[in-house]
């Protein structure tokens, strides 16, 4: 299991994440509103931003990354991931079920 961060523009994590799991390339997804902070061009930005946190298999991070590299064309997204070590075994139990190949859309 991984922990799927992604950073995207406030008031888009909805609409993302319900393209996510439609897909079935997740179990579940948490939003979080977040500040950032970050430089572009020598100068310190200020964003309002949605964080989601992703929970979903390590085999499915390509499937994730690449529908977002879809909705958002040419930007450069932030997403990354995190192995999960240790878990609660019916929610990965849960997560293989709601998450195997026979459920995925487009796979």
Same mark, same amino acid.
């Given at each position: 299991?991984?922990?799927?961060? @992604?950073?995207?523009?406030?008031? $888009?994590?909805?609409?993302?994440?319900? !393209?996510? %799991?439609? !897909?079935?390339?997740?179990?579940?997804?948490?939003?979080?509103?977040?500040?950032?902070?970050?430089?572009?061009?020598?100068?310190?930005?200020?964003?309002? !931003?949605?964080? %989601? %946190?992703? &929970?979903? !298999?390590?085999?499915?991070? $390509?499937?994730?990354?690449?529908?977002? &590299?879809?909705?958002?064309?040419?930007?450069?997204?932030?997403?990354?991931?995190?192995?999960?070590? $240790?878990?609660?075994?019916?929610?990965?139990? %849960? @997560?293989?079920?709601?998450?195997?190949?026979? &459920?995925?859309?487009?796979?």
């Amino acid at each position: 299991m991984i922990i799927v961060f @992604l950073s995207v523009k406030s008031g $888009d994590g909805i609409n993302n994440s319900k !393209r996510i %799991l439609e !897909r079935k390339y997740a179990m579940s997804i948490d939003i979080k509103k977040v500040e950032t902070l970050y430089l572009e061009n020598d100068n310190i930005k200020e964003e309002d !931003r949605e964080m %989601l %946190l992703i &929970k979903t !298999r390590e085999e499915l991070f $390509d499937k994730i990354e690449e529908l977002i &590299k879809e909705i958002y064309k040419n930007n450069i997204i932030e997403i990354y991931s995190i192995n999960v070590e $240790d878990a609660n075994k019916d929610f990965l139990d %849960l @997560l293989e079920k709601e998450t195997s190949i026979k &459920k995925i859309k487009n796979a």
